[in-house]
């Protein structure tokens, strides 16, 4: 019988696919600015694609009330590192919101 199982882990995959950087949820991530020492810590339940999507499309609409991601980019004529965004933890939203605050006191 042991030896019919282990014929049949040739087939049957047990791991799991590993999600990519953009796919993950519930995080605190990190955005460098390419023109200064700087950067932008959030955090977000959602994938993190979604949310730098948002950051995106909050950028282009230039309102009275900009967002940090938005002011730092429009009014100050610096470029985030999109490519790079670094997830720092992932947690749930207590915990997270305590990373974060964690993260942007260590910058």
């Given at each position: 019988m042991y030896k019919s199982i282990n014929k049949f882990n040739r087939f049957i995959k047990t791991g799991k696919d590993r999600l990519c950087k953009e796919?993950?949820?519930?995080?605190?991530?990190?955005?460098n600015c390419l023109d200064w020492e700087s950067s932008y810590v959030g955090?977000?339940?959602r994938k993190l694609k979604t949310r730098i999507k948002e950051h995106k499309i909050d950028i282009r609409r230039s309102t009275i009330d900009m967002s940090i991601v938005s002011r730092h980019q429009v009014k100050e004529k610096h470029e985030f590192d999109w490519d790079n965004v670094r997830i720092l933890d992932t947690e749930q939203l207590f915990k997270r919101r305590i990373s974060e605050m964690i993260y942007i006191k260590a910058k």
């Open positions: 796919d993950h949820c519930s995080m605190v991530y990190k955005i955090q977000t339940k």
